[in-house]
């Protein structure tokens, strides 16, 4: 069902009216003290290994035992409570109120322990990596190195080989896109995606359906706001060549059964790629269990440095694929009218990398797993849970996605509309008011938009650090902002 959304433009009142008329108006609610609930927290205990350790030493660092769900339990604080204090940035007010972040499907936050990590490379042992014998060189290509080491357990690949540092998530799709699909598709081909794909897992491929004469096809929805499984195994056949895929949706908030949609791929003989940016931050994600042939994420999404991302590939599908790009560190050797190439992951990785920034997301997987990764998945699951049935009771509120129960599972993450209120009016005056942060917009899912009638939507999305309390002034200050934009321009 399709929302209209305020004015006939479709333009929020925010842009059309005076904004600063938001900040003078008398609040209807009153709010709440919203300081940090264990100021005196110690930090978690976690252990950075050094550039000597093994990959298995990474899940080696101690972390005090923290309630398994719930908010509490016996009084003890939350796993919220306990880290606020690794994440500074969490500890400030946003005009006159403490800030209650809630757009970390967007981007996350870092805990000191990274920026400690960003700051020691450039301090300490700042060079280029595998070009120098020196010192300095030698410790950064050891950092470097172990951090593909650190994602390769991480996420249980086979072997560090199969990482490939990119620039991002973005990044790391175009360039199967691109070196993969550019060799291997022809005309009549056809390419499986959903109409619930972040707009990174369909325009490359669009791209390439262009130059390759392949097909695009796209499962629908349920009407449960989920891809349609059954769709998806009746457009399967020996056309499709690769199956582009979420694991979790960056809108809908649904967990995909991305096993099976590989097995059922497979079956044809076809390759399966797998945006998993929502997911990895946030559970167990294990790609030999998944048997997925490519998988993404990028790390400002799990605690880590923006500019960084990785590709996990199959070795024996890396080892047949062509550069990407060409330069410095991708080739074996360079002659006047040919070149030879580095094997994986050196052939995909062009140029001088973000050394700080895969080091620092070496150092954010130091932290998640220090915590442990099943325990953040637990307690979010919980507080996601939270966050859908506080929502649900907002009156005139369209959750989008499947109901949580007890056989359907949603991320921590809500995407909504307001009737007669504009998303980016609630956004605007959460911020003003309230020190609330969520997103509005299309959430780079413009034909997901589409598909469910709306130019667009906000959303709040959550991650291991926030709390119950701030899911409560959440709904609290959005209460308030609708009290006041439906009273005022009726």
């Not at 936050?109 to 070009?131: G, I, T, W």
């Not at 096809?217 to 499984?229: A, N």
């Not at 915590?371 to 637990?378: A, D």
Request: hydrophobic residues 40%.
């Amino acid at each position: 069902m399709a929302f209209v959304l305020t004015s006939p433009s479709h333009q929020p009142l925010s842009k059309l009216f005076l904004v600063r008329r938001c900040v003078s108006v008398k609040l209807s609610h009153s709010i709440i003290n919203r300081r940090n609930p264990n100021p005196n927290g110690s930090r978690l205990g976690f252990q950075r290994p050094s550039s000597s350790s093994s990959s298995s030493a990474v899940a080696a660092a101690s972390v005090t035992p923290l309630a398994e769900s719930g908010e509490r339990a016996s009084g003890s604080p939350s796993l919220g409570e306990l880290v606020r204090p690794d994440f500074p940035i969490l500890d400030q007010e946003i005009n006159g109120v403490s800030l209650v972040y809630l757009d970390n499907a967007a981007t996350s936050q870092k805990p000191s322990a990274v920026m400690k990590a960003l700051n020691q490379y450039y301090e300490s042992y700042n060079s280029n990596v595998h070009r120098g014998i020196h010192s300095l060189s030698a410790r950064a290509t050891d950092e470097y190195e172990l951090a593909r080491k650190k994602v390769a357990a991480f996420i249980n690949a086979a072997e560090s080989r199969e990482i490939v540092f990119t620039r991002n998530a973005t990044e790391a799709i175009n360039l199967v896109a691109y070196s993969w699909g550019l060799t291997n598709l022809k005309p009549g081909d056809e390419i499986l995606l959903t109409v619930a794909e972040h707009h990174s897992a369909i325009v490359p491929w669009q791209f390439v359906a262009q130059k390759t004469g392949a097909t695009l096809k796209f499962v629908g929805l349920t009407e449960d706001e989920t891809p349609d499984l059954n769709q998806f195994k009746e457009l399967l056949s020996k056309k499709t060549k690769i199956v582009v895929v979420h694991h979790v949706s960056n809108v809908l908030g649904c967990i995909l059964p991305v096993d099976e949609i590989a097995a059922w791929a497979h079956h044809f003989g076809a390759k399966v790629l797998v945006d998993a940016c929502q997911s990895v931050p946030h559970m167990v994600v294990d790609v030999q269990k998944l048997n997925v042939d490519f998988l993404v994420a990028s790390s400002h999404k799990m605690c880590g440095p923006t500019g960084v991302g990785f590709l996990y590939g199959k070795i024996e599908l890396l080892s047949e694929m062509p550069p990407f790009l060409g330069g410095g560190e991708m080739i074996s050797d360079v002659f006047l009218d040919h070149s030879t190439y580095a094997e994986p992951p050196s052939r995909f990785e062009a140029g001088t990398p973000a050394i700080g920034e895969t080091i620092g997301l070496g150092a954010a997987i130091d932290y998640l797993m220090g915590i442990g990764m099943q325990k953040i998945h637990e307690y979010e699951a919980n507080l996601g849970n939270y966050l859908y049935q506080s929502l649900h009771s907002v009156p005139n509120v369209r959750i989008y996605g499947p109901t949580p129960s007890e056989t359907v599972h949603r991320a921590a993450l809500c995407s909504f509309n307001i009737n007669n209120v504009h998303p980016t009016d609630l956004a605007t005056f959460l911020n003003q008011q309230h020190g609330v942060a969520i997103r509005s917009g299309h959430h780079c899912a413009q034909p997901l938009h589409q598909y469910l009638g709306v130019n667009s939507s906000a959303r709040a999305s959550l991650y291991f650090y926030n709390s119950k309390k701030e899911i409560d002034v959440f709904i609290e200050g959005l209460k308030d902002t609708i009290t006041f934009f439906t009273s005022s321009y009726q």
